[in-house]
Structure formats: C-alpha cells, structure tokens
C-alpha cells in the first residue's frame, strides 16, 4: 500500500495571494493522482486528475492549476486566491490494483 | 455525466436502531465505494463494490451492490454513538474519474 502526504496542513492567506499546495506520494503506486476540493458541509468535487508526469485533466473551470513534475508528486497552485477558494483540499490515489482509493490527510485553506 | 445521489443528506437515528443509507448513480460504473468521514478529517476507505450483487459486512454496516438498478445501499444495524459520521458513495466513472455524492450526515444519539 502508499501512504500520501499532503504539505501544509493548515493555511490561512489573503486574497489574491498565490498558493502551492503539495501532494507526495510513498510506497507502491498506482500511476493516477486526483485533487479533490471539499467546501464546508459538502461532497467532495474532483479538480483535477493525472494518468503521469506532465498530464493533467482539469474538470471545472476555475482559478486553480497542478502540477505533476515528478511520478510521486503532486501541485495544486493559484496565482491569486479567491474567497471561494477555501476549503478542504484532498489528494487521492487509487491502490495498485485500483480497487482502493487512498486519500491523503487533507489541507484546509481559508482565503481571508 | 455522471452524477451520484445519496439519501438521506441528514439521518439522527437512536442507539441500537437499523437505517439504510442509499446511493444511486446515474451511468454504468465497474465499482463503487463508501466511505467515512469524521469532522475536520480525511475520509477514511469503508467498503468496495466490484461487481453486482456484491456485499460486504464489517461490523454493524453492510453494503450491497445492484448494478442493474444502479443502485448501493450503506445499512447500519443497532447504531451506536460511535458510527457518528459524513457517509460518501462514490462511483468509479470513465477517464479514472472518481465522483462522490453528496454524502449522508449521521448523528447517533444515546
């Protein structure tokens, strides 16, 4: 199994800061890699996913981009935030064989 | 696209009732997952579903599978305080996309 790390844990920034979340990965893999966005009280929206190094779909439009400079790692960056920015970001990765999802411990972003 | 839609969003239920939690999906999925998620935390992986008429039973939740009907279902029996949590399906779609509902909130009173 992998064990994902995400980095910071906890980030309060003004609006139109820029931010860089990090998601890294350990352990035997499976190729694909999704951040998922969690506003308070809700379900969990996908943002973006990876199949490898340098792919990246994006499924909502929106202020945010990733990043997959290297097979175990995974960005989540703004140039400047919005309020509606904050939230829960969640890093997941699907087990070897793809019949388990791993998350992540989560980064909790509040754009003040 | 595919969409996924649980029910009850909000479930108060007393110690030592069953409910059943239901997860309804909207196009052909290989899998389906539930999870849990407890205030402030990660979600944590519950059960997964690979094929219909799946079911599987860790302690007082079961889950099942209806691939014809589209349909899993989450049941919980003799509830108690500490299964207090957000349940998430979430359904396996095309692309490697994984799409969560809306997540059912259960509070589990004395």
């Known amino acids: 199994s992998q064990t994902i790390h995400q980095w910071p844990a906890t980030l309060v920034q003004p609006v139109g800061s820029p931010l860089s979340l990090e998601c890294t990965v350990e352990?035997?893999?499976?190729?694909?890699l999704y951040w998922y966005r969690q506003a308070a009280g809700r379900g969990l929206q996908l943002l973006f996913y990876s199949v490898g190094i340098g792919q990246i779909s994006s499924e909502v439009p929106q202020n945010l981009s990733a990043s997959r400079p290297q097979d175990r790692q995974f960005i989540l960056s703004s140039k400047k935030l919005l309020l509606s920015d904050s939230g829960f970001y969640l890093c997941?990765?699907?087990?070897?064989?793809?019949?388990?999802?791993?998350f992540g411990e989560g980064s909790w972003l509040t754009v003040v | 696209e595919l969409k996924v839609e649980q029910n009850p969003l909000f479930l108060s239920m007393q110690e030592g009732k069953n409910y059943t939690i239901y997860c309804n999906y909207s196009t052909t999925s290989d899998r389906l997952y539930w999870y849990r998620q407890d205030p402030g935390k990660s979600l944590e992986s519950l059960f997964v579903l690979l094929s219909n008429g799946a079911v599987k039973q860790e302690g007082r939740l079961m889950a099942s599978l209806d691939t014809k009907a589209r349909l899993s279902t989450l049941h919980i029996t003799a509830a108690v305080h500490d299964l207090s949590a957000t349940y998430f399906c979430?359904?396996?779609?095309?692309?490697?996309?994984?799409?969560f509902g809306e997540g059912t909130q259960l509070t589990v009173n004395p």
């Open positions: 997941a990765q699907p087990g070897r064989s793809g019949n388990t999802i791993y």
């Open positions: 979430a359904v396996h779609g095309s692309g490697s996309r994984l799409t």
């Open positions: 352990g035997t893999s499976n190729p694909n």
